[in-house]
Each structure stands twice: as C-alpha cells, then as structure tokens.
Antibody, heavy 118, light 110 residues
C-alpha cells in the first residue's frame, strides 16, 4: 500500500522559513518524480514545484520561484520543500503528490497546514 | 500561469448526467492532451479520476468520463449519485514542465 505522509507545517511569521517533509512508502521512491501542490483555505489547488526522480531537475511556479526549493533524499524515501521569505499568501495546505510520467498526480498525501501570520 | 476556468458550481438530481467545463488557452489545454481531473471530498486529499483527457485509473467508476474540444476540456458524471457530491478540479500541463489547475467546481446532488 502506497503512502505519502507530509509533516513540518505550522504557524510562522512573514519573512520566516519552514521546511516540509513527505515520507513515501510502498513504492520505489527513486523511480518517480514528485510534486508539491498547495491549497489556500477555501480556495482551489495550485501547483508549486516538481522534482525529477534523481533530483537533478527542478521546476517551480512563478509565485514561489526564488523563495522555495524542492529537494529529495532517495536514501530516506523523503521529499522536501524548503520555504523561505514566507508571505501571508503562502498560507495553505501543502500536499505532496507522486508524478505519473508528467501525465498526472496519481497519488497524494493528506497534506500539512502552513499558516503565515503576524 | 493563469488558472483554468471552471464553473463555480454545478448541480443535478440523482440519476442525471452533469458536465463540468474547463477552459484554458492554446498554451495549455489546447496544446497538450494532458488534462487530468481530480475529485476532492471535504477534508480529504484530491483523488485522480481522469488522466490524459479521457482515461480512467483503475478503480474509478465508468460513470466518469472526459473529453476535449479545442481549448476546453470537460468532465461528465453520468448516473449522478449522492457520493459524487464533492469539489472537482481540472489540471493541464502548461509547457516548460509546469502545470495549471482550474478554480474548482462544487458538485451538488439535489
């Protein structure tokens, strides 16, 4: 049974940093690209970032480019999202999702809540 | 990276068919056969129900079907059931290894 479990969310002030983690089990983690997708309270989904299976290719939404960094540790089956210079508008539930050959996000975690507030 | 356009809400009675539209541009929906649809029940993570515009993952009911014409993709739910009440999101590959979602559609079963 495939599981994606996010952690690391919390309440932070604007300008601060936070690192999210997503531990993956039940599949060959190093064989798949991975995404972060977020959802602001009461709003729709927004794609945030993707990383290739080996970690050498990374792409970001314009809204987070230069502030967020996606990474992975295949020895630990873990995906990360380092979020710096956080803004109020970054407040959202952050989901990690498995990439299906760039076709779709076929497996999702349950999400972790990030609140940026002064 | 402008969001795809979906109706805010769609409703129907049990047994009826409803269709949710998803309008993009020639840079995303119109340029790639890579539209996917997700169902999200309250408090739950999204679930993939359609990929590559028309294909269903294993285990997804055949009451869900997808199509595309030009810059607009559509999701049809036939034989509407109470359990179909949820939010539905479309998503398209937008080139340069980026993706764009629609704003979401709330489906209500009357």
């Amino acid at each position: 049974q495939v599981q994606l479990v996010e952690s690391g969310g919390g309440v932070v002030q604007p300008g601060m940093s936070l690192r999210l983690s997503c531990v993956v089990s039940g599949l060959a983690f190093n064989g798949y690209g991975m995404h972060w997708v977020r959802q602001a309270p009461g709003k729709g989904l927004e794609w945030v970032a993707v990383i290739s299976y080996g970690g050498d290719s990374k792409y970001y939404a314009d809204s987070v480019k230069g502030r967020f960094t996606i990474s992975r540790d295949n020895s630990k089956n873990t995906l990360y999202l380092q979020m710096n210079s956080l803004r109020v508008e970054d407040t959202a539930v952050y989901y990690c999702a498995k990439d299906d050959d760039l076709i779709a996000f076929d497996i999702w975690g349950q999400g972790t809540m990030v609140t940026v507030s002064s | 990276q402008s969001a795809l356009t979906q109706p805010a809400s769609v409703s129907g009675s049990p047994g009826e068919s409803i269709t949710i539209s998803c309008t993009g541009t020639s840079s995303d929906v119109g340029n790639y056969d890579l539209v996917s649809w997700y169902q999200q029940s309250p408090g739950q993570a999204p679930k993939l129900i359609i990929y590559e515009g028309t294909k269903r993952p294993s285990g997804v009911s055949n009451r869900f079907s997808g199509s595309k014409s030009g810059n607009t993709a559509s999701l049809t739910i036939s034989g509407l059931q109470a359990e179909d009440e949820a939010d539905y999101y479309c998503c398209s590959y937008a080139g340069r290894t980026t993706w764009v979602f629609g704003g979401g559609t709330k489906v209500t079963v009357l």
